[in-house]
Protein backbone atom coordinates (compact mmCIF):
# COMPACT_ATOMS: atom_id res chain seq x y z
CA UNK A 1 0.00 0.00 0.00
CA UNK A 2 1.76 3.25 -0.98
CA UNK A 3 0.92 6.29 0.34
CA UNK A 4 0.09 9.15 -1.32
CA UNK A 5 1.19 12.87 -1.00
CA UNK A 6 -1.13 14.81 0.78
CA UNK A 7 -2.17 17.45 -1.95
CA UNK A 8 -3.17 14.50 -3.94
CA UNK A 9 -6.53 14.02 -2.22
CA UNK A 10 -9.71 15.66 -2.45
CA UNK A 11 -10.73 18.61 -0.28
CA UNK A 12 -13.81 16.46 1.00
CA UNK A 13 -11.13 13.68 3.02
CA UNK A 14 -9.20 16.96 4.59
CA UNK A 15 -10.59 18.39 7.64
CA UNK A 16 -11.70 22.32 7.29
CA UNK A 17 -10.38 24.20 10.27
CA UNK A 18 -11.76 27.48 9.33
CA UNK A 19 -14.13 27.30 12.22
CA UNK A 20 -11.44 28.09 14.51
CA UNK A 21 -9.50 30.32 12.58
CA UNK A 22 -9.49 31.76 8.90
CA UNK A 23 -6.14 30.94 8.67
CA UNK A 24 -2.46 31.87 10.18
CA UNK A 25 -1.97 35.33 10.57
CA UNK A 26 -5.84 35.09 12.45
CA UNK A 27 -4.35 32.14 14.67
CA UNK A 28 -1.36 34.32 15.13
CA UNK A 29 -3.77 37.46 15.83
CA UNK A 30 -5.62 35.38 18.17
CA UNK A 31 -2.40 34.52 19.86
CA UNK A 32 -1.77 38.34 20.46
CA UNK A 33 -5.37 38.99 21.86
CA UNK A 34 -5.04 36.21 24.11
CA UNK A 35 -1.49 37.32 25.69
CA UNK A 36 -2.87 40.89 26.28
CA UNK A 37 -5.94 39.46 28.27
CA UNK A 38 -3.61 37.15 30.27
CA UNK A 39 -1.46 39.98 31.16
CA UNK A 40 -4.37 42.20 31.93
CA UNK A 41 -5.40 38.98 34.31
CA UNK A 42 -2.18 38.68 35.85
CA UNK A 43 -2.19 42.60 36.75
CA UNK A 44 -5.38 42.73 38.04
CA UNK A 45 -5.84 39.33 40.84
CA UNK A 46 -2.02 38.55 41.35
CA UNK A 47 -1.63 39.35 45.09
CA UNK A 48 -5.00 40.43 44.99
CA UNK A 49 -7.22 37.06 45.76
CA UNK A 50 -8.75 37.44 49.24
CA UNK A 51 -11.56 36.69 49.64
CA UNK A 52 -14.34 34.18 48.10
CA UNK A 53 -15.70 37.23 45.95
CA UNK A 54 -12.02 37.89 44.08
CA UNK A 55 -12.12 34.44 43.19
CA UNK A 56 -15.43 34.06 41.94
CA UNK A 57 -14.82 37.40 39.58
CA UNK A 58 -11.26 35.72 39.07
CA UNK A 59 -12.51 32.35 37.60
CA UNK A 60 -15.26 33.66 35.14
CA UNK A 61 -12.92 35.76 33.87
CA UNK A 62 -10.23 33.39 33.63
CA UNK A 63 -12.51 30.50 31.99
CA UNK A 64 -12.57 33.15 29.12
CA UNK A 65 -8.90 32.92 29.00
CA UNK A 66 -9.09 28.92 29.47
CA UNK A 67 -11.74 28.92 26.03
CA UNK A 68 -9.02 31.00 24.04
CA UNK A 69 -6.14 28.60 25.04
CA UNK A 70 -8.32 25.60 24.40
CA UNK A 71 -9.01 27.07 20.85
CA UNK A 72 -5.35 27.98 20.17
CA UNK A 73 -3.53 24.72 21.75
CA UNK A 74 -5.92 22.97 19.32
CA UNK A 75 -5.42 24.56 16.46
CA UNK A 76 -1.63 24.75 16.61
CA UNK A 77 -1.01 20.88 16.85
CA UNK A 78 -3.35 19.73 14.69
CA UNK A 79 -2.14 20.82 11.46
CA UNK A 80 1.34 19.01 12.04
CA UNK A 81 -0.17 15.81 12.65
CA UNK A 82 -1.06 16.07 9.11
CA UNK A 83 2.15 16.20 7.87
CA UNK A 84 5.14 16.55 10.36
CA UNK A 85 7.38 16.95 7.03
CA UNK A 86 5.48 20.57 6.27
CA UNK A 87 7.85 23.45 7.71
CA UNK A 88 4.85 25.63 7.73
CA UNK A 89 2.61 23.36 10.17
CA UNK A 90 6.07 22.99 12.44
CA UNK A 91 5.96 26.79 12.54
CA UNK A 92 2.30 27.08 13.97
CA UNK A 93 3.28 24.16 16.06
CA UNK A 94 6.11 26.20 17.63
CA UNK A 95 4.10 29.19 18.21
CA UNK A 96 0.94 27.37 19.81
CA UNK A 97 3.21 25.92 21.73
CA UNK A 98 5.42 29.05 22.84
CA UNK A 99 1.91 30.74 23.49
CA UNK A 100 0.78 27.67 26.08
CA UNK A 101 3.62 27.44 27.81
CA UNK A 102 3.65 31.54 28.51
CA UNK A 103 0.42 31.62 29.37
CA UNK A 104 1.04 28.76 31.60
CA UNK A 105 3.36 30.50 33.50
CA UNK A 106 1.72 34.14 33.53
CA UNK A 107 -1.58 32.31 35.13
CA UNK A 108 0.25 29.48 37.35
CA UNK A 109 -0.14 32.27 40.27
CA UNK A 110 -4.00 31.35 40.24
CA UNK A 111 -3.75 27.92 40.32
CA UNK A 112 -1.37 28.32 43.48
CA UNK A 113 -3.58 31.25 45.19
CA UNK A 114 -6.84 29.03 44.52
CA UNK A 115 -4.87 25.87 46.07
CA UNK A 116 -3.76 28.20 49.07
CA UNK A 117 -7.36 29.32 49.34
CA UNK A 118 -8.96 28.45 52.72
CA UNK A 119 -11.10 25.69 52.87
CA UNK A 120 -14.27 27.55 53.99
CA UNK A 121 -13.47 29.81 50.64
CA UNK A 122 -12.68 26.56 48.73
CA UNK A 123 -16.30 24.81 49.90
CA UNK A 124 -18.04 28.33 49.72
CA UNK A 125 -17.17 27.81 45.57
CA UNK A 126 -17.90 24.54 45.37
CA UNK A 127 -21.56 24.92 46.32
CA UNK A 128 -21.71 26.41 42.90
CA UNK A 129 -22.29 23.69 40.45
CA UNK A 130 -20.34 26.20 38.17
CA UNK A 131 -17.19 25.39 39.41
CA UNK A 132 -17.37 22.04 40.96
CA UNK A 133 -14.47 20.29 38.90
CA UNK A 134 -12.10 22.91 39.23
CA UNK A 135 -12.56 23.45 43.32
CA UNK A 136 -12.61 19.51 43.54
CA UNK A 137 -8.74 19.38 41.71
CA UNK A 138 -7.85 22.62 43.80
CA UNK A 139 -8.24 20.67 47.09
CA UNK A 140 -6.59 17.61 46.16
CA UNK A 141 -3.26 19.85 45.08
CA UNK A 142 -3.65 21.33 48.12
CA UNK A 143 -2.02 18.96 50.28
CA UNK A 144 0.93 18.95 47.28
CA UNK A 145 1.31 22.33 46.55
CA UNK A 146 5.04 23.94 46.35
CA UNK A 147 5.95 27.57 46.46
CA UNK A 148 4.56 29.74 44.00
CA UNK A 149 8.44 29.96 42.57
CA UNK A 150 8.71 26.58 42.40
CA UNK A 151 5.18 25.94 41.13
CA UNK A 152 5.86 28.57 38.38
CA UNK A 153 9.12 27.06 37.68
CA UNK A 154 7.88 23.33 36.66
CA UNK A 155 5.16 25.26 34.37
CA UNK A 156 8.20 27.14 32.60
CA UNK A 157 9.58 23.51 31.92
CA UNK A 158 6.23 22.61 30.07
CA UNK A 159 7.91 22.06 26.98
CA UNK A 160 11.13 20.08 27.94
CA UNK A 161 8.39 17.71 29.97
CA UNK A 162 6.64 17.10 26.82
CA UNK A 163 9.48 16.95 24.22
CA UNK A 164 9.65 13.08 25.01
CA UNK A 165 6.34 12.63 23.23
CA UNK A 166 7.20 15.21 20.35
CA UNK A 167 10.48 13.25 19.93
CA UNK A 168 8.58 9.93 20.02
CA UNK A 169 5.62 11.09 17.47
CA UNK A 170 8.10 13.18 15.00
CA UNK A 171 10.38 9.87 14.67
CA UNK A 172 7.38 7.65 14.55
CA UNK A 173 5.42 10.14 11.71
CA UNK A 174 8.81 10.92 9.80
CA UNK A 175 11.77 8.15 10.26
CA UNK A 176 9.99 4.59 10.98
CA UNK A 177 10.73 3.30 7.70
CA UNK A 178 9.37 -0.14 6.79
CA UNK A 179 11.68 -2.37 4.02
CA UNK A 180 9.84 -3.63 1.18
CA UNK A 181 9.04 -7.15 1.24
CA UNK A 182 7.84 -9.24 -2.15
CA UNK A 183 5.42 -12.43 -1.58
CA UNK A 184 4.23 -14.69 -4.41
CA UNK A 185 6.40 -12.22 -7.02
CA UNK A 186 4.76 -9.29 -5.88
CA UNK A 187 6.31 -6.19 -3.94
CA UNK A 188 4.60 -4.64 -1.29
CA UNK A 189 5.59 -1.18 0.36
CA UNK A 190 5.00 -1.13 4.06
CA UNK A 191 4.68 2.25 6.62
CA UNK A 192 3.65 2.44 9.71
CA UNK A 193 -0.02 3.73 8.72
CA UNK A 194 -0.06 0.55 5.89
CA UNK A 195 0.96 -2.19 8.30
CA UNK A 196 -1.58 -1.35 11.44
CA UNK A 197 -4.30 -0.28 9.03
CA UNK A 198 -3.78 -3.01 6.34
CA UNK A 199 -1.62 -5.55 6.29
CA UNK A 200 -1.88 -6.77 10.14
CA UNK A 201 -4.97 -8.19 9.44
CA UNK A 202 -4.37 -9.21 6.01
CA UNK A 203 -5.81 -12.49 4.41
CA UNK A 204 -3.02 -13.71 2.97
CA UNK A 205 -0.46 -15.64 5.88
CA UNK A 206 3.15 -14.61 3.81
CA UNK A 207 1.79 -11.25 3.76
CA UNK A 208 1.02 -10.50 7.31
CA UNK A 209 3.99 -12.42 7.98
CA UNK A 210 6.34 -10.62 6.10
CA UNK A 211 5.01 -7.35 6.34
CA UNK A 212 5.25 -7.68 10.58
CA UNK A 213 8.89 -8.58 10.14
CA UNK A 214 9.58 -5.46 7.87
CA UNK A 215 7.60 -3.62 10.24
CA UNK A 216 9.59 -4.57 13.41
CA UNK A 217 13.04 -4.48 11.15
CA UNK A 218 11.75 -0.99 11.15
CA UNK A 219 11.13 -0.28 14.43
CA UNK A 220 14.39 -1.59 16.09
CA UNK A 221 16.00 0.52 14.18
CA UNK A 222 14.72 3.19 16.72
CA UNK A 223 14.77 1.47 19.89
CA UNK A 224 17.22 2.83 21.50
CA UNK A 225 16.34 6.46 21.00
CA UNK A 226 12.64 5.52 21.68
CA UNK A 227 14.23 3.72 25.19
CA UNK A 228 15.82 6.99 25.88
CA UNK A 229 12.91 9.06 24.82
CA UNK A 230 11.02 7.03 27.70
CA UNK A 231 13.53 6.71 30.29
CA UNK A 232 13.01 11.00 30.04
CA UNK A 233 9.51 10.65 30.78
CA UNK A 234 8.86 8.55 33.63
CA UNK A 235 12.24 10.18 35.16
CA UNK A 236 10.82 13.56 34.91
CA UNK A 237 7.48 12.22 36.33
CA UNK A 238 8.95 10.33 39.55
CA UNK A 239 10.99 13.61 40.22
CA UNK A 240 8.36 15.65 40.64
CA UNK A 241 5.80 13.07 42.06
CA UNK A 242 8.85 13.21 44.60
CA UNK A 243 9.04 16.80 44.97
CA UNK A 244 5.55 17.63 45.37
CA UNK A 245 5.26 14.86 48.33
CA UNK A 246 3.43 11.88 46.87
CA UNK A 247 4.04 8.42 48.34
CA UNK A 248 4.73 7.07 45.12
CA UNK A 249 4.61 8.62 40.85
CA UNK A 250 1.37 6.06 40.73
CA UNK A 251 -0.21 8.38 43.40
CA UNK A 252 0.51 11.55 41.40
CA UNK A 253 0.02 10.59 38.06
CA UNK A 254 -3.83 9.55 39.00
CA UNK A 255 -4.55 12.37 41.31
CA UNK A 256 -5.77 14.45 38.36
CA UNK A 257 -8.05 10.89 37.27
CA UNK A 258 -9.83 11.46 40.74
CA UNK A 259 -9.31 7.70 41.31
CA UNK A 260 -6.96 5.46 43.68
CA UNK A 261 -3.88 2.91 42.77
CA UNK A 262 -6.73 0.12 43.72
CA UNK A 263 -8.78 1.13 41.23
CA UNK A 264 -5.85 1.01 38.54
CA UNK A 265 -4.76 -1.87 40.01
CA UNK A 266 -7.45 -3.79 39.97
CA UNK A 267 -7.81 -2.89 36.72
CA UNK A 268 -5.17 -4.35 35.52
CA UNK A 269 -5.21 -7.98 37.49
CA UNK A 270 -8.53 -8.70 36.60
CA UNK A 271 -8.73 -8.77 33.02
CA UNK A 272 -4.76 -10.43 32.74
CA UNK A 273 -5.97 -13.23 34.95
CA UNK A 274 -9.55 -13.25 34.42
CA UNK A 275 -9.74 -12.26 30.22
CA UNK A 276 -6.46 -14.27 29.99
CA UNK A 277 -8.12 -17.14 29.17
CA UNK A 278 -11.44 -16.07 27.16
CA UNK A 279 -9.18 -14.23 24.98
CA UNK A 280 -6.78 -16.86 24.44
CA UNK A 281 -10.11 -19.30 23.75
CA UNK A 282 -11.11 -16.83 20.70
CA UNK A 283 -7.90 -16.71 19.27
CA UNK A 284 -7.61 -20.47 19.24
CA UNK A 285 -11.24 -20.51 17.55
CA UNK A 286 -9.76 -17.70 14.79
CA UNK A 287 -6.41 -20.02 14.24
CA UNK A 288 -8.60 -23.33 13.97
CA UNK A 289 -11.30 -21.65 11.40
CA UNK A 290 -8.22 -20.39 9.28
CA UNK A 291 -6.69 -23.91 9.54
CA UNK A 292 -3.21 -22.20 11.27
CA UNK A 293 -1.36 -24.59 13.04
CA UNK A 294 0.00 -22.11 15.48
CA UNK A 295 -0.67 -18.39 16.07
CA UNK A 296 2.13 -15.87 16.10
CA UNK A 297 1.72 -12.38 16.80
CA UNK A 298 1.79 -11.55 13.07
CA UNK A 299 -1.38 -13.24 13.05
CA UNK A 300 -3.26 -12.47 15.93
CA UNK A 301 -5.61 -9.23 14.39
CA UNK A 302 -6.54 -11.91 11.71
CA UNK A 303 -10.06 -11.82 11.07
CA UNK A 304 -12.53 -15.05 11.64
CA UNK A 305 -13.58 -14.44 8.09
CA UNK A 306 -11.49 -12.43 5.80
CA UNK A 307 -13.86 -13.27 2.52
CA UNK A 308 -16.87 -11.10 4.70
CA UNK A 309 -14.26 -8.29 5.19
CA UNK A 310 -16.05 -5.65 2.78
CA UNK A 311 -14.20 -2.59 1.37
CA UNK A 312 -15.86 0.45 2.68
CA UNK A 313 -16.28 3.67 1.26
CA UNK A 314 -16.35 7.06 3.63
CA UNK A 315 -19.96 7.52 2.49
CA UNK A 316 -20.54 4.15 3.74
CA UNK A 317 -19.07 4.47 6.68
CA UNK A 318 -21.30 7.85 7.46
CA UNK A 319 -24.66 5.74 6.91
CA UNK A 320 -23.35 3.16 8.99
CA UNK A 321 -22.40 5.19 11.77
CA UNK A 322 -25.77 6.99 11.82
CA UNK A 323 -27.73 3.62 11.52
CA UNK A 324 -25.91 2.21 14.30
CA UNK A 325 -26.89 5.24 16.64
CA UNK A 326 -30.24 5.80 15.73
CA UNK A 327 -30.97 4.25 19.35
CA UNK A 328 -29.55 6.89 21.26
CA UNK A 329 -32.55 9.30 19.59
CA UNK A 330 -32.41 12.08 17.84
CA UNK A 331 -31.14 14.54 20.21
CA UNK A 332 -27.92 12.96 19.48
CA UNK A 333 -28.20 12.18 15.80
CA UNK A 334 -28.78 15.63 15.18
CA UNK A 335 -25.55 16.68 16.84
CA UNK A 336 -23.18 14.29 15.05
CA UNK A 337 -24.87 14.08 11.63
CA UNK A 338 -22.70 17.50 10.91
CA UNK A 339 -19.52 15.76 10.81
CA UNK A 340 -19.18 15.28 7.09
CA UNK A 341 -20.45 18.64 5.80
CA UNK A 342 -18.95 20.80 8.31
CA UNK A 343 -15.62 18.20 7.35
CA UNK A 344 -14.63 17.59 10.79
CA UNK A 345 -12.98 14.53 10.10
CA UNK A 346 -9.36 14.39 8.36
CA UNK A 347 -9.39 11.24 6.37
CA UNK A 348 -6.39 11.46 4.23
CA UNK A 349 -3.93 7.99 4.50
CA UNK A 350 -1.11 10.47 3.47
CA UNK A 351 2.46 10.50 3.71
CA UNK A 352 4.08 11.69 7.11
CA UNK A 353 0.96 11.55 8.79
CA UNK A 354 0.43 10.71 12.31
CA UNK A 355 0.03 7.08 12.22
CA UNK A 356 -2.72 7.07 15.56
CA UNK A 357 -6.30 8.60 15.17
CA UNK A 358 -7.67 11.24 17.55
CA UNK A 359 -10.71 13.54 18.24
CA UNK A 360 -9.76 17.16 19.64
CA UNK A 361 -12.17 19.44 21.28
CA UNK A 362 -11.67 23.61 20.94
CA UNK A 363 -14.45 24.48 23.15
CA UNK A 364 -17.77 25.13 21.48
CA UNK A 365 -16.64 25.17 18.55
CA UNK A 366 -17.07 21.33 17.16
CA UNK A 367 -14.69 18.39 17.48
CA UNK A 368 -11.87 17.73 14.89
CA UNK A 369 -10.78 13.96 13.99
CA UNK A 370 -7.58 12.64 12.60
CA UNK A 371 -7.15 9.22 11.19
CA UNK A 372 -6.42 7.14 8.23
CA UNK A 373 -8.90 5.70 5.75
CA UNK A 374 -7.41 2.66 4.18
CA UNK A 375 -11.46 1.59 3.45
CA UNK A 376 -11.81 -1.58 5.60
CA UNK A 377 -14.40 -2.27 7.94
CA UNK A 378 -11.48 -1.60 11.20
CA UNK A 379 -11.21 2.23 9.66
CA UNK A 380 -15.49 2.32 10.47
CA UNK A 381 -14.59 1.32 14.18
CA UNK A 382 -12.13 3.54 14.32
CA UNK A 383 -14.40 6.16 12.67
CA UNK A 384 -17.38 5.48 15.02
CA UNK A 385 -14.95 5.27 17.87
CA UNK A 386 -13.63 9.31 17.58
CA UNK A 387 -17.40 10.42 16.67
CA UNK A 388 -18.22 8.72 20.38
CA UNK A 389 -15.65 11.17 21.63
CA UNK A 390 -16.99 13.62 19.37
CA UNK A 391 -20.42 13.22 20.33
CA UNK A 392 -19.05 13.76 24.14
CA UNK A 393 -17.68 16.82 23.82
CA UNK A 394 -20.48 18.39 22.09
CA UNK A 395 -23.12 17.10 24.72
CA UNK A 396 -20.56 17.79 27.64
CA UNK A 397 -20.10 21.49 26.25
CA UNK A 398 -23.19 22.25 25.87
CA UNK A 399 -24.27 21.34 29.30
CA UNK A 400 -21.33 22.34 31.33
CA UNK A 401 -18.68 25.27 32.62
CA UNK A 402 -15.31 25.42 31.08
CA UNK A 403 -14.15 24.20 34.19
CA UNK A 404 -16.37 21.01 34.11
CA UNK A 405 -16.29 19.87 30.82
CA UNK A 406 -13.78 17.57 30.31
CA UNK A 407 -14.05 13.91 31.83
CA UNK A 408 -11.78 12.35 33.88
CA UNK A 409 -9.25 10.53 32.19
CA UNK A 410 -10.36 7.35 33.78
CA UNK A 411 -13.51 7.17 31.91
CA UNK A 412 -12.68 9.36 29.25
CA UNK A 413 -12.75 5.59 26.75
CA UNK A 414 -16.63 5.41 27.35
CA UNK A 415 -18.00 7.58 25.17
CA UNK A 416 -16.32 5.98 22.36
CA UNK A 417 -16.36 2.18 22.89
CA UNK A 418 -19.68 2.61 23.56
CA UNK A 419 -20.23 3.36 20.36
CA UNK A 420 -18.09 0.49 18.66
CA UNK A 421 -20.45 -1.54 20.72
CA UNK A 422 -23.81 0.13 19.26
CA UNK A 423 -21.88 -0.69 15.18
CA UNK A 424 -20.88 -3.99 15.92
CA UNK A 425 -24.90 -4.51 17.53
CA UNK A 426 -25.94 -3.04 14.75
CA UNK A 427 -24.31 -5.04 12.21
CA UNK A 428 -25.48 -9.01 14.11
CA UNK A 429 -28.59 -7.17 13.59
CA UNK A 430 -28.95 -6.49 10.01
CA UNK A 431 -27.49 -10.09 9.06
CA UNK A 432 -29.56 -13.11 8.83
CA UNK A 433 -27.01 -15.85 8.08
CA UNK A 434 -24.61 -17.20 11.08
CA UNK A 435 -21.77 -16.72 8.98
CA UNK A 436 -22.34 -12.93 8.99
CA UNK A 437 -23.50 -12.81 12.47
CA UNK A 438 -20.27 -14.07 13.77
CA UNK A 439 -18.49 -11.56 11.15
CA UNK A 440 -20.39 -8.61 13.19
CA UNK A 441 -19.62 -10.42 16.97
CA UNK A 442 -15.80 -11.55 15.73
CA UNK A 443 -15.36 -7.63 15.20
CA UNK A 444 -16.73 -6.56 18.22
CA UNK A 445 -14.12 -8.91 19.83
CA UNK A 446 -10.73 -7.99 17.39
CA UNK A 447 -11.97 -3.77 16.77
CA UNK A 448 -13.09 -2.98 20.38
CA UNK A 449 -12.53 -5.25 23.07
CA UNK A 450 -9.06 -6.71 21.64
CA UNK A 451 -7.76 -2.96 20.86
CA UNK A 452 -8.97 -1.33 24.33
CA UNK A 453 -9.05 -4.05 26.46
CA UNK A 454 -6.07 -5.91 25.53
CA UNK A 455 -3.89 -3.93 23.33
CA UNK A 456 -3.90 -1.13 25.42
CA UNK A 457 -4.24 -3.36 28.77
CA UNK A 458 -1.24 -5.02 28.31
CA UNK A 459 0.32 -1.29 27.97
CA UNK A 460 -0.89 -0.22 31.43
CA UNK A 461 0.54 -3.91 32.60
CA UNK A 462 4.31 -2.95 31.17
CA UNK A 463 3.64 0.82 32.22
CA UNK A 464 3.14 -0.09 35.80
CA UNK A 465 6.72 -2.83 35.97
CA UNK A 466 8.24 -0.14 34.32
CA UNK A 467 6.96 2.73 37.20
CA UNK A 468 7.94 0.38 39.94
CA UNK A 469 11.64 -0.14 38.43
CA UNK A 470 11.90 3.28 38.83
CA UNK A 471 9.69 3.74 41.95
CA UNK A 472 12.66 1.09 43.65
CA UNK A 473 15.74 3.66 41.79
CA UNK A 474 16.31 1.64 38.83
CA UNK A 475 16.56 2.82 34.96
CA UNK A 476 16.33 0.62 31.72
CA UNK A 477 16.96 1.02 27.92
CA UNK A 478 15.49 -0.93 25.01
CA UNK A 479 16.49 -4.32 26.14
CA UNK A 480 14.96 -4.08 29.28
CA UNK A 481 11.79 -2.89 28.09
CA UNK A 482 12.05 -5.66 25.74
CA UNK A 483 12.02 -8.21 27.71
CA UNK A 484 9.44 -6.57 30.27
CA UNK A 485 6.81 -6.01 27.48
CA UNK A 486 7.84 -9.99 26.04
CA UNK A 487 7.01 -11.26 29.36
CA UNK A 488 3.56 -9.34 29.61
CA UNK A 489 2.67 -10.48 26.51
CA UNK A 490 3.58 -14.19 27.13
CA UNK A 491 1.84 -14.09 30.52
CA UNK A 492 -1.44 -12.93 28.80
CA UNK A 493 -1.81 -15.04 25.69
CA UNK A 494 -0.49 -18.40 27.08
CA UNK A 495 -0.09 -21.08 24.76
CA UNK A 496 -2.49 -19.31 22.33
CA UNK A 497 -0.13 -16.76 20.41
CA UNK A 498 3.70 -17.49 20.10
CA UNK A 499 5.59 -14.64 21.54
CA UNK A 500 9.38 -13.90 20.58
CA UNK A 501 11.52 -10.93 20.36
CA UNK A 502 9.97 -8.84 17.26
CA UNK A 503 6.68 -9.19 19.53
CA UNK A 504 8.40 -7.53 22.21
CA UNK A 505 9.13 -4.19 20.32
CA UNK A 506 5.10 -3.32 20.65
CA UNK A 507 6.22 -0.93 23.21
CA UNK A 508 7.25 1.19 20.25
CA UNK A 509 3.81 1.37 18.56
CA UNK A 510 2.20 3.59 21.06
CA UNK A 511 2.23 7.07 22.06
CA UNK A 512 0.36 6.53 25.19
CA UNK A 513 3.52 5.35 26.98
CA UNK A 514 4.41 9.01 27.23
CA UNK A 515 1.17 9.91 28.35
CA UNK A 516 1.37 9.19 32.30
CA UNK A 517 -1.05 6.52 33.29
CA UNK A 518 -3.29 6.81 30.29
CA UNK A 519 -3.35 3.04 28.74
CA UNK A 520 -5.76 1.85 31.18
CA UNK A 521 -8.16 4.07 31.09
CA UNK A 522 -9.25 2.31 27.92
CA UNK A 523 -10.13 -0.66 29.40
CA UNK A 524 -11.54 1.37 32.42
CA UNK A 525 -13.73 3.03 30.11
CA UNK A 526 -15.14 0.11 28.29
CA UNK A 527 -16.38 -1.26 31.30
CA UNK A 528 -18.12 1.70 31.85
CA UNK A 529 -19.32 1.50 27.70
CA UNK A 530 -20.15 -2.19 28.43
CA UNK A 531 -22.11 -1.31 31.48
CA UNK A 532 -24.08 1.59 29.65
CA UNK A 533 -24.74 -0.69 26.27
CA UNK A 534 -25.99 -3.78 28.80
CA UNK A 535 -28.47 -0.61 30.55
CA UNK A 536 -29.14 0.93 26.83
CA UNK A 537 -30.24 -2.94 25.48
CA UNK A 538 -32.11 -4.03 29.00
CA UNK A 539 -33.61 -0.74 30.76
CA UNK A 540 -36.36 1.72 29.08
CA UNK A 541 -34.22 4.84 30.23
CA UNK A 542 -31.17 3.50 28.74
CA UNK A 543 -30.52 5.67 25.88
CA UNK A 544 -31.70 9.09 28.10
CA UNK A 545 -29.50 7.53 30.67
CA UNK A 546 -26.38 7.63 28.23
CA UNK A 547 -27.10 10.94 27.61
CA UNK A 548 -27.06 12.41 30.90
CA UNK A 549 -23.75 10.25 31.53
CA UNK A 550 -22.38 12.42 28.27
CA UNK A 551 -23.90 15.52 29.47
CA UNK A 552 -22.14 15.37 32.82
CA UNK A 553 -18.80 15.87 31.73
CA UNK A 554 -16.51 16.51 34.98
CA UNK A 555 -18.72 17.85 36.91
CA UNK A 556 -19.03 14.45 39.30
CA UNK A 557 -16.34 12.02 40.01
CA UNK A 558 -15.75 8.60 38.23
CA UNK A 559 -17.23 6.90 40.56
CA UNK A 560 -20.25 9.60 41.29
CA UNK A 561 -21.07 9.92 36.73
CA UNK A 562 -20.35 5.85 36.73
CA UNK A 563 -23.46 5.72 38.91
CA UNK A 564 -25.71 7.52 36.37
CA UNK A 565 -25.37 4.35 34.16
CA UNK A 566 -25.96 2.02 37.07
CA UNK A 567 -22.42 0.87 37.47
CA UNK A 568 -20.48 1.00 40.39
CA UNK A 569 -16.51 0.39 39.89
CA UNK A 570 -15.29 1.10 43.39
CA UNK A 571 -16.56 -3.00 43.06
CA UNK A 572 -15.12 -5.95 41.03
CA UNK A 573 -18.45 -5.98 39.90
CA UNK A 574 -18.36 -4.32 36.44
CA UNK A 575 -15.39 -5.41 35.14
CA UNK A 576 -16.31 -9.02 36.12
CA UNK A 577 -19.95 -8.32 34.35
CA UNK A 578 -17.86 -6.99 31.15
CA UNK A 579 -15.91 -10.79 31.13
CA UNK A 580 -18.73 -12.46 31.45
CA UNK A 581 -20.05 -10.36 28.80
CA UNK A 582 -17.09 -10.84 26.44
CA UNK A 583 -17.12 -14.94 27.27
CA UNK A 584 -20.91 -15.41 26.49
CA UNK A 585 -19.45 -13.61 22.55
CA UNK A 586 -16.92 -16.01 22.52
CA UNK A 587 -19.01 -18.95 23.11
CA UNK A 588 -21.89 -17.07 20.72
CA UNK A 589 -19.37 -17.19 18.35
CA UNK A 590 -18.15 -20.37 18.54
CA UNK A 591 -21.56 -21.54 18.02
CA UNK A 592 -22.19 -19.75 15.05
CA UNK A 593 -19.23 -22.09 13.54
CA UNK A 594 -21.06 -24.92 14.60
CA UNK A 595 -23.71 -23.85 12.78
CA UNK A 596 -21.92 -23.07 10.01
CA UNK A 597 -19.97 -26.15 9.66
Do not use: C
Not at 17 to 30: G, I, P, Q, V
Not at 575 to 591: A, G, P, R, S
Amino acid sequence: MKLKKRSEFPETELWDLTALYKDRNDFLLAIEKALEDVNSFKRNYKNHLNTKKDFEMALFEIEQIYIQISHIETYSFMPQTTDFSSDEFAQIAKAGDDFVTKASVELSFFDTALANADTDILDALEKNDYFKAIIRQAKIQKAHLLTPEVEETITNFREILNAPYDIYTKMRAGDFEMENFTVNGKQYENSFVSYENFYQNHEDADVREKAFRSFSKGLRKHQNTAAAAYLSKVKSEKLIADMKGYASVFDYLLAEQEVDKSMFDRQIDLIMTKFGPVAQKFVKHVAQVNGLEKMTFADWKLDIDNELNPEVTIDDAYKLVMDSLKPLGQEYLTEIERYQTERWVDFAANENKDSGGYAADPYKVHPYVLMSWTGRMSDVYTLIHEIGHSGQFIFSDNAQSYFNTHMSTYYVEAPSTFNELMLSDYLENQFDQPRQKRFALAHRLTDTYFHNFITHLLEAAFQRKVYNLIEDGGTFGAEQLNHIMKDVLTEFWGDAIEIDDDAALTWMRQSHYYMGLYSYTYSAGLVISTTGYLHLKSHPNGAKDWLAFLKSGGSRTPIETAKLIGADISTDKPILDTIDFLDKTVEQIITYTNEIN
